[in-house]
Structures are given as C-alpha cells and as structure tokens.
Nanobody, 128 residues
Framework: VQLVESGGDLVQPGGSLRLSCVAS????????MSWVRQSPGSGLREWVA?????????YYRDSVRGRFTISRDNAKNTLFLQMNSLKPEDTNVYYC?????????????????????WGQGTQVTVSS
C-alpha cells in the first residue's frame, strides 16, 4: 500500500499550488480521502479537507473554504488539492490519508491510527 504526495513548493502569499496524491495497493475508490497538515516542529495536526469515496461530497475546514478545492480521479487513483490565495499560515507538511470512517474525512479530528493509510507528506511553504 502506498500514498505518494507531490506538488509542495515554496510560493509567495496569494499564490497557488496543486497537490497530488497517487494511491496504490488498495481499492482507492472505496475509501473516503482527507488532506491533513501537520507541523513537524509542534506536532500540531489539522484536518484540511475531505471527500467521499465517489467524489459526490466535499468538506473543508473553515479557514480554507473558498480557497482550497479537493477532488479525486478514481480512474487514476489520484487525489488532488488545489490551493489558491495561499497565506503564510498555510505553511505546513500536507498528508493525504485514506479512511473508511465518515467522521474522519468529513471534519472530525482523528488519530493517525484511525486512518487506514497515509502518505509521507509534501512541504508547502508560503513566504515572501
């Protein structure tokens, strides 16, 4: 099982990035998916966005709603996060995670143990 994130970079405030997460080794289309960000220094973890297994419903934390868009392509086993109007406080390591539990991809805080699978993370830095 693998989840491999990519697309993280250094970007100026107001800029955009598109993160990707390619899944393998499990039936991607049967899992809800989340983007979660965690600070390596503080360990503080925030759920960012989630999507149903078929992409029919999406969920966002308040601070990113209207700026970020989560989507998925089940034919390509890929999850995306389009991030626009980036702010310095969006700086973090972003992880994609697969989970069957609805609460975890719809906005509730869940421990890493509750997620079924997660990737290695990709660094997003927003700075001038």
């Amino acid at each position: 099982v693998q989840l491999v994130e990519s697309g993280g970079d250094l970007v100026q405030p107001g800029g955009s990035l598109r993160l990707s997460c390619v899944a393998s080794g499990f039936t991607f289309s049967t899992y809800g998916m989340s983007w979660v960000r965690q600070s390596p220094g503080s360990g503080l973890r925030e759920w960012v966005a989630g999507i149903d297994n078929d992409g029919s419903n999406t969920y966002y934390r308040d601070s990113v709603r209207g700026r970020f868009t989560i989507s998925r392509d089940n034919a390509k086993n890929t999850l995306f996060l389009q991030m626009n109007s980036l702010k310095p406080e969006d700086t973090n390591v972003y992880y994609c995670a697969a989970v069957t539990k609805y609460d975890c991809y719809s906005g509730s805080w869940c421990s890493w143990d509750t997620y079924n699978y997660w990737g290695q993370g990709t660094q997003v830095t927003v700075s001038s």
